[in-house]
Structures are given as C-alpha cells and as structure tokens.
Nanobody
Framework: QVQLVESGGGSVQAGGSLRLSCVTS????????MGWYRQAPGKEREAVAH???????KFEDSAKGRFTISLDNAKKTLYLQMNSLKPEDTAMYYC??????????????????WGKGTQVTVSS
C-alpha cells in the first residue's frame, strides 16, 4: 500500500501563501496520478488540483490562477503552492495517489490511496 504523508499546513492571513508537501512511498513509474483534495467543516471533500506521469495538470476552478501543483520525482514529493489565500480556502488538505488510465494526453485518474491530511486555516 502506498503511504502518503502531508505537511506544510498552518494558519495564515488572507492574501498569504503556503506550500503543502506530500511525500509518497510510491515508486514513480508510468501511469500514475497524484492530486490534492480538501474538505471544509460541514462540506464534502472536493478536488483542488491534479498531476499525472504524463505531465498533464488540471486545476479546479477554486484553484485556478492562485495555486500551482508540481511533482519532484527524485524526492517522491508532491507540492501545492498556494498564493493569495482566502478564508474560503480554510480546510483539511489531503494528498491522493492512484493510477492513470486512458489517453495519455488527458488526465484521467483512479485514486486509491490517501494521506491523513494537513490543516490550512486562513483568517480575514
């Protein structure tokens, strides 16, 4: 089973930045995906951003223009750089990993492993 360990969460004021990290035990071979999800109190878990082994990247609307996702294969670490944070970004952020399927030109993921999360709190 793949182990995922997130870090980098914290408390910041609106407009601030944080960089989340997720270290994975997964061997970064072909056909894999990694992504970030978040869950605010009383709300369902929602996707934030995704990246796959073919360098396809997708951001959900809430993250476009403010967040950046990247993957360091040598360090087996996934990052989420979050800028211009808003109070509505407050949530537990989770790292996910799984298999890529289908056309290599498109990001299609089947997530099977999850981290335990790191808390992000943005105050106004």
């Amino acid at each position: 089973q793949v182990q995922l360990v997130e870090s980098g969460g914290g408390s910041v004021q609106a407009g601030g930045s944080l960089r989340l990290s997720c270290v994975t035990s997964r061997y970064t071979a072909r056909d894999y995906c990694m992504g970030w999800y978040r869950q605010a109190p009383g709300k369902e878990r929602e996707a934030v951003a995704h990246i796959d082994s073919y360098s396809n990247i997708k951001f959900e609307d809430s993250a476009k223009g403010r967040f950046t996702i990247s993957l360091d294969n040598a360090k087996k670490t996934l990052y989420l750089q979050m800028n211009s944070l808003k109070p509505e970004d407050t949530a537990m952020y989770y790292c996910a990993a799984g298999a890529h399927y289908g056309d290599t030109r498109s990001l299609q993921c089947a997530y099977s492993d999850w981290g335990k999360g790191t808390q992000v709190t943005v105050s106004s």
